[in-house]
């Protein structure tokens, strides 16, 4: 029975397997992401009307794969946009697994609002056997229409699962294949409705700094794994910034990223597991050495120049190397001092 007086919830899609269709449809053969609209989506869930008053958006139709940084900007403009009605309780936005995290934190990082933003995939298309995009929609419109959802953060809601978007990652191609880590889930969706236990503490939404107003694309920043044996990786593309992802360098890596440091660009480091949480001087360098005052020049020698000291790596907080990235993307739009890069890291 629709609800007349329910909250108002917009739903934007971008494409995946949530709006999947198969060759065979009924099977569990191949399919192409990506197909249907926003509106056979959300009109393939009756029952969404009992909780929401659904508009609908459509904003691309692609697998998550050709999702690209300026989409990430113009769909984070577009729900700031939006979330400034009044009559709009929240968005959710549906997406392909396989990229979900990283719009998702993007988003995290730039929607300036307390409203709830909800990104929800499917990891079986719509037309195949037992789906998850129909149950996984239901329960994103419903937290998104939530009061309790309010100063959440950007979520993922899949498999009855509340996630914050900061720590949400997809570990495997099937159904509860999204995770927090060790860090934990906010809540669930049970059969009343959603139910937070905790909520996240560090900067996101209204206190997040982030303007991208005047911002259509990001700086460039590259991703790279260290290994045993390793020398570094050089670039021929001119990043501004560099993560690399890694529990300890090598020697020769060390002094690769450092030199990198020299030029200019930002090196971030951060464990492939995106569980560490130790700051300061990542990449083996230690943390910078405090500024010494120079005792041995003599007042009557001619001065050589001095070595200018070599800028610090950034150490990332509890983040996985892609939403290291995208986080130093994001700081990168704001300052390119290493030392302000890293208080953005211990802030996000
Ligand atoms: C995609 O990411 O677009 C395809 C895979 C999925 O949605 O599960």
């Keep these: 029975m629709p609800n007349p007086d329910a909250p108002k919830v917009l739903v934007i899609a971008t494409g995946g397997t949530i709006a999947g ?13 990506g197909t249907l609209t926003a509106d056979q989506i959300t009109a393939s869930v009756p029952e969404l009307s009992r909780y929401a008053r659904v508009e609908t958006e459509q904003f691309s139709n692609v697998a998550s794969t050709l999702v690209t940084p ?3 900007v113009r769909l984070a403009k577009r729900i700031n946009a939006v979330l400034e009605r009044r009559d709009l309780a929240g968005v959710v936005v549906t997406h392909g697994t396989d990229r979900l995290e990283e719009t998702a934190f993007f988003l995290y990082l730039t929607v300036r609002s307390s409203k709830p933003v909800v990104v929800v995939g499917a990891q079986r298309p719509a037309t195949g056997i037992s789906p998850d995009g129909p149950i996984n929609l239901l329960s994103a419109v ?4 939530s009061p309790k959802a309010v100063q959440k953060g950007v979520m993922v809601v899949m498999d009855d699962r509340i996630l914050s978007a900061r720590e949400s990652r997809k570990l495997y191609q099937r159904t509860g ?8 889930m906010l809540g669930v969706v049970a059969s009343q409705g959603p139910e937070f236990f905790f909520a996240p503490v560090r900067r996101f939404g209204e206190r997040s700094e982030f303007d991208l107003n005047g911002v259509d694309t990001l700086p460039k920043v590259e991703l790279t794994m260290s290994y045993p044996g390793g020398t570094g990786h050089t670039f021929t593309t001119n990043p501004q910034g560099v993560v690399v992802a890694t529990t300890g360098m090598t020697t020769a890596e060390n002094a690769t990223y450092r030199a990198l440091r020299q030029t200019g660009v930002v090196v971030v480091t951060a464990f492939t597991s995106g569980e560490n949480a130790n700051g300061g001087g990542g990449g083996g360098d230690g943390p910078p050495a405090p500024a010494r005052p120079d005792t041995t020049a003599r007042r009557d020698s001619v001065a050589t120049p001095a070595t200018p000291p070599v800028p610090p790596a950034v150490a990332a907080l509890h983040l996985t190397p892609t939403k290291a990235r995208i986080l130093l993307m994001v700081a990168l ?7 302000e890069v890293q208080r953005i890291f211990n802030e996000y």
């Design 21 to 33: 269709v198969q060759n065979a449809p009924g099977t569990l053969g191949a399919y192409r992401a």
């Design 333 to 339: 739009t704001k300052t390119k001092n290493p030392r």
């Design 142 to 145: 419903r937290t998104a229409a």
């Design 70 to 72: 300026e989409m990430w």
């Design 177 to 184: 294949g999204f995770s927090t880590g060790d860090m934990g």
